[in-house]
């Protein structure tokens, strides 16, 4: 027997069955490493991305804690999306199905709530749902979660993404603090570290490593003379790598504002971020850039500190930095959280003593690379994945992401998939949508109602 047999976990013989009859014949990854917590009982904060064998990591442990003759709801899965939460419905179930009578509910925004309240009438054992929905039939008492033993957040970092992080911690409140809680999440951003601090009882962490180094970040150098060949190796580092976040790094707000508006000029998706800039143009430019909207950001070392964005595809130093703690400050913007990351520095002749030093204190040698064929500058730039959406209602108008998503994935709307960040202010709310879906998104918001209200919703 291998530590990757399900049999060598303590599963009951009709589970250990019915994975056979599955073709299930031996642990992912994340199973062999999540399970033996899980059935132990621990919480567990499991690194993972769809496609790892994640839900039957956690399926596996709720259905094995799971009373079949008691009438009530005893786990609880929380997704970001309608279409995760059926299909996560859809794997529990055929996991479930040599156990007898076992209800699995789903319960999402963006349906009728009709013959969710009939369903929950008549019971269930397990419900899968988006935080929205699951708050409201919490709030108007069709659901109980006082007999919940397993709680589950998954894809938890696009819960919070989407701004639904004041839902969560209100369910989770209403469930005994004695459960199992499961955490599954691609990515580990802080965020996802406070939540955990709050909700979970001395987790263990579990991430699947990949075959090469996650965390380190690949950096290149390459030395350039003229201005003009530093602009062009920008477009060239771009056009080649093609990521989909881009943080180029200035040394003087003129330089920032200027880069920005060639590229812009030459077809790229971008947008500066420096001093001069007043306050509601840097919200809206770092709302743009964290939701995916616009793909590079050009910004002075001053505008950037403290900035609250995740990880970003690509760094690229316009000039080198010009002390050695800034430049691993600048390139730590990327790779983080378990993402690969890459780091791009440009230098001329009179900036190459600062590249020695940067060696020495890096312990390693730094070669110029060869630029990409001066030919890929024919080529077309990424548009950005996204569009944002700003609606002139927020908080002070009660409105939640659940509500934004709600009408937006509702009945012929949009699929949940397609929407990005929710960022919600006191008399604004930012949605991203993907490009292709905006004139469906915009269509949506403005003819339907949020919170009972018409809202004017328009393109950033
Ligand atoms: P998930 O990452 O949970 O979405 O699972 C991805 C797919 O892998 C699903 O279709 C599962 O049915 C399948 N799967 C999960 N665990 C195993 C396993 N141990 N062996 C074979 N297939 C699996």
Redesign the pocket.
Known sequence: MSQTDFSSLPLSADLLKNLES???????PI?AQALPHVLSGKDLIGQAK???????AFGLGLLSRLDGDLYQVQSLVLCPTRELAD?VAK?IR?LARTIPNIKVLTLCGGVPMGPQIGSLESGAHIVVGTPGRIEDHLRRGRLKLKGVKTLVLDEADRMLEMGFQDTLEKIVEQIPNNRQTLLFSATYPKEIQSVANRIMDRPELIKVESTHDDLSIQQHFYQIETKEERFDAVRLLLLEHRPISTLIFCNTKREAQELSDRLKQTGFSVAALHGDLDQRDRDQTLIKFSNKSVAVLVATDVASRGLDIDSVDAVINYHIAQENEIHTHRIGRTGRAGAEGRAFSLYNSKEHYKVAQLGLYLDRDIVSERLPAANLLKTTPNQAAMATLKIDGGKKHKLRPGDILGALTGEKGIAGADVGKIDLADNWAYVAVSRTEVKAALKKLSEGKLKGRSFRVRKL
């Open positions: 599955l073709g299930y014949e031996s642990m992912t199973q769809t496609g790892s064998g994640k839900t039957a299909q794997q055929k």
